[in-house]
């Protein structure tokens, strides 16, 4: 986390998502290299997986509430 902040997607594919971030192609994701995994979470549906990025973006609450439960891995 070059400048500390939280990056927050989805992906079928979570290996293939870092090395597309890490590989410098993005000139977006380029300025924030490297990219680390800190957190996780899997679903069997692509559906509910989208439902829970939306959420964790649209209500602060919600990705605050995620933040608190793991302060010593984030130390932000």
């Known amino acids: 986390m070059k ?5 927050l997607g989805s992906t ?6 870092f ?13 924030y290299m490297p990219y680390g995994l800190v957190y996780y979470e899997a679903y069997q549906s692509e559906e509910d997986a989208r439902k ?6 649209l209500r602060a609450n919600a990705f605050n509430q995620l933040k608190s ?6 130390m932000l």
């Open 3 to 7: 400048n500390e902040q939280l990056y």
């Open 12 to 17: 079928n594919n979570l290996q293939r998502r």
């Open 19 to 31: 090395a597309e971030h890490n590989s410098g192609l993005s000139s977006y994701a380029k300025k």
């Open 52 to 57: 829970r990025e939306s959420n964790l973006k």
């Open 69 to 74: 439960r793991m302060p010593k891995t984030l």
